[in-house]
Nanobody, 114 residues
Framework: QVQLVESGGGLVQAGGSLRLSCAAS????????MDWYRQAPGKQRDLVAT???????NYADSVKGRFTISRDNAANTVYLQMNSLKPEDTAVYYC????????WGQGTQVTVSS
């Protein structure tokens, strides 16, 4: 019954910023770590950022210092602030809960032009 809905993607020039949102239909944020993944064409889906219930964060080396993950448990929402975007960041971005490993949203497309 839980659904994840990503939004906020779009087309941006290199060096620009985007803020992605992921809203959950169920109250999972109070008990679950939340992750952002991304998948570029022809590539596997890779973990980008993680945030625990307590707010501890971790990032892939490729985005460290540029991306910030945050969460609002009361709103059942997780965010990904993306700054200093590079063409290599172009991908479909997905949020995910390891508590519900089978549940994925539709993703949101991020395209960074050079």
């Amino acid at each position: 019954q839980v659904q994840l809905v990503e939004s906020g993607g779009g087309l941006v020039q290199a060096g620009g910023s985007l803020r992605l949102s992921c809203a959950a239909s169920g109250a999972i944020f109070s008990i679950s770590t939340m992750d952002w993944y991304r998948q570029a064409p022809g590539k596997q889906r890779d973990l980008v950022a993680t945030i625990t219930v307590g707010g501890s964060t971790n990032y892939a080396d490729s985005v460290k210092g540029r991306f910030t993950i945050s969460r609002d448990n009361a709103a059942n929402t997780v965010y990904l602030q993306m700054n200093s975007l590079k063409p290599e960041d172009t991908a479909v971005y997905y949020c995910h809960s390891p508590f519900l490993p089978r549940v994925w949203g539709q993703g949101t497309q991020v395209t960074v032009s050079s």
